[in-house]
């Protein structure tokens, strides 16, 4: 992995002043913590030559229990962080977020593209063959406006079955993605699905892609698992291609991270995760 330190716009831009990005600035992404990594890695791919500045607000995960006025307020803020770091574009990697925060973000950044992500349902409701779907996300995901107006516009013709995966994001954020506990912990989320008929899951948190193999051998091979990772990456292409923001530079692109929870163990969890050497800054506060 290519850590450029140099080349990053000044961390000084004033983020209330009006913003007009310029393509070859950052992308600026966050999550309630390490998860939206499971995004960053699709978009990384797809995007080879863009520098990532990414946020893990770990300090105040998990954001699904939390309010969505909270959530919409601190998003603000890292949003603030980002774009005063020169992002030409932000990247939700964060389904809580999304629902909770996107309508404000765009509201607040109108010349900047926001791009959120939200369960894959649709792509389930195709899918499905017994009529049931299952869907893992945070309570905040599953109380959200947004979620019960994707349900009615896309779950109209299956049974849709929801389940918050309580505890999941902690042992993703401590970096316990194989340990006993985490295995029982999934299989208590994964096996009333399963009873319920479902042969589609849907991974509607950012945070479960890194638990997918234990999620997919406790679910077996008829059930079919469903995350949103790459399909947000190649809308967030496609959104910096039609506003004429992808970098022309030919180089490969670099990422920086920061974390409100950095830490040794914190940075070895980044790394695992992002399976590259890699630095947690401590986010100021
Ligand atoms: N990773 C987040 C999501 O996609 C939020 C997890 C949390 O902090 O509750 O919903």
Request: proline letters at 6%; one cysteine or more.
């Amino acid at each position: 992995m290519n850590l450029r330190s140099s080349g990053f716009p000044a961390p000084n831009r004033d983020p209330t002043a009006v913003v007009t990005p310029t393509s070859d600035a950052p992308i600026g992404v966050f999550d309630s913590g390490l998860g939206g990594l499971s995004v960053l890695c699709h978009a990384r791919a797809r995007l080879p030559a863009e520098d990532f500045l990414y946020v893990a607000d770990s300090g105040h995960a998990p954001y699904g229990e939390r309010s969505a006025e909270w959530i919409r307020a601190r998003s603000l803020t890292l949003g603030e962080f980002l774009i005063g770091h020169g992002a030409k574009a932000l990247l939700i990697a964060c389904n809580t977020a999304t629902a909770a925060a996107a309508h404000a973000l765009r509201e607040r950044w109108p010349g900047v593209p926001v791009i959120g992500m939200e369960p894959a349902v649709k792509p389930a409701a195709a899918a499905t063959r017994s009529g049931v779907v299952g869907v893992l996300a945070t309570t905040g995901t599953l109380a959200s406006a947004r979620f019960a107006a994707l349900l009615d516009t896309f779950g109209r013709d299956v049974r849709v079955i929801t389940r918050p995966g309580t505890g999941l994001v902690e042992a993703v954020e401590r970096g316990e993605l194989d340990t006993p506990a985490t295995q029982a912990l999934i299989a208590s989320h994964v096996e009333p699905l399963l009873a319920d008929g479902a042969d589609v899951i849907v991974l509607g948190c950012t945070h479960y892609p890194f638990l997918r193999r234990w999620i997919e051998h406790q679910a077996g091979p008829s059930v079919q698992v469903i995350d949103t990772g790459d399909s947000v990456a190649r809308q967030l292409a496609q959104r910096l291609n039609d506003a004429r923001l992808l970098r022309s530079a030919k180089a490969a692109g670099s990422e920086r991270f920061w974390s409100s929870a950095a830490s040794d163990t914190a940075e070895r969890v980044l790394q695992r995760l992002w399976q590259a050497d890699a630095q947690l800054a401590p986010l100021p506060a």
